[in-house]
């Protein structure tokens, strides 16, 4: 019998294919598969016209058999709408079992999957279900789906319980199995030891080959390994070099803009003080330049008042003589802030004389009052 191993994966075949299922002389196959997460042991036994299906349940060990003859699949494929002949279901079971193509697939269903199957099939909604028999709920359908373009088709095979396997027939499979490890065994005795151990050499030299050429890809690995791992850690103190040297420039510059507002700020005050000082001194000039004009006024009254006021002194006095000028008359005022200034003539001394030796008392000196004026005017502004 073939052996196959089947799951979601793909199946793998243990041995060699024994041929066609569809054979007159009889043909088996045993295939691991899993379905709906169940792990399932599926045995087909092809003889002449006759297809026996075994499935068994590898955790719980229970068992579903069915025996079907040429003529029971050809109805059922008939019922389908799609007509096969018996070789040809043997051979699309076996390619389902195998996986070898993708156009038909195997399922396992309980009576309760196969209704729920069939309504949506015919389009109509799922109802409450008969009370079904105990034999029904243990009866499995292993079902052959063949996909076309527009098109699959279900082929249902029933399976009835069988229930936990016959220790007679475990018994069978078990001497049938050590028989066929004998053989094995005698036919590995009849080889040459000396090419078994060649060949056995040549495999672990192969090995050992492989297993270098690992070593020496992980030595590289590890060497990038390391020299990424330094150049990480290069990175890093250069990082932190870098984060320290900001952290530095940032405090220098908060540094220096607090010394730059506190020299703006002393720079403002110093503004407003030269600002303020600039006003006084522009209010200073403009109240001299008023005073400068004051006096450039009165000083040019003063020279016009005295030519107009000097006289000359009769000839038969001897003396030199200012006439006292009237206020009244000439309208001059003497300024108040100039002082009162008079001119004294001095005494003749000859009359003098005379008066002492006649015993006379002499007259005394006539004042006449004379404004204090500088020759040149004096500029009063100084620079600021």
Known sequence: MESVTGGAAGPRTDT??????????????QVDYVSRGVEHVVRVVVSGQALELEVEDRMTADQWRGEFDASVIEDLTHKTGNFKQFNIFCNMLESALTQSSESVTLDLLTYTDLESLRSRKLGGRPGALAPRSAQLNSKRYLILIYSVEFDRIHYPLPLPYQGKPDPVVLQGIIRTLKEELGRLRGLDRGQNPRDTRETEIWHLREQ????????????????????????????????????????????????ERGLGSRGVARRGQDCRRLAKELEEAKASERSLRARLKTLSGELALCKRGRKLTAGPVPAGDGRCQWARPRPGKTGLRRPASAPRLVAAVPPDPRRGRAAVGSGAEADPPVRHPRPQVAAHPVSILQPL
Do not use: C, F, I, Y
């Open 208 to 255: 050992v080959s492989r297993l270098a050429a690992e070593k020496r890809e992980l030595e590289a690995q590890l060497g990038r390994s390391r020299e990424e791992a330094l150049a990480g850690r290069a990175a890093r103190q250069e990082a932190e070099a870098l984060r320290g040297l900001v952290r530095s420039l940032e405090l220098e510059l908060r540094q």
């Open 16 to 29: 060699q294919h024994a041929g066609s299922l569809a054979m007159d002389q009889p043909t088996g196959l």
